[in-house]
């Protein structure tokens, strides 16, 4: 089992940037596909970006494309997610996620079995 640790959240005005960390402990990042989601208030939670458990494949959604990356660091069991040019509408709680039981990479919620307690990103304009 995989305990989840998000950073790197706070408050930046819009055109900025933000770093997010997922630091896992427990058990190695490399034995799950990795999710980032985002929820914002009164919105159902959606998925940001996910990597495949080998690393070599990787989604990101339309609404984020070209401004946010996901990546992994295996020596640290930590996966990112880099945000560029970040808008108001990117304002949400993200939480990283891991999924034990896929090979491919899913995108619904209820597909990852392990979730970290969220990390809150506000966008200013």
């Known amino acids: 089992q995989v305990q989840l640790v998000e950073s790197g959240g706070g408050l930046v005005q819009a055109g900025g940037s933000l770093r997010l960390s997922c630091a896992a402990s427990g058990r190695s990042v490399n034995y799950y596909n990795m999710g980032w989601f985002r929820q914002a208030p009164g919105k159902a939670r959606e998925i940001v970006a996910a990597?495949?458990?080998?690393?070599?494949?990787?989604y990101v959604a339309d609404a984020v494309k070209g401004r946010f990356s996901i990546s992994r660091e295996d020596a640290k069991d930590t996966i990112y997610l880099q945000m560029n040019s970040l808008k108001p509408e990117d304002t949400a709680v993200y939480f990283c996620?891991?999924?034990?039981?896929?090979?491919?990479?899913?995108?619904?919620?209820?597909?990852?079995?392990?979730w970290g307690q969220g990390t809150q990103v506000t966008v200013s304009s």
């Open positions: 990597m495949t458990q080998s690393g070599g494949s990787t």
């Open positions: 996620a891991a999924d034990s039981t896929s090979w491919a990479l899913k995108r619904r919620t209820e597909d990852y079995d392990y």
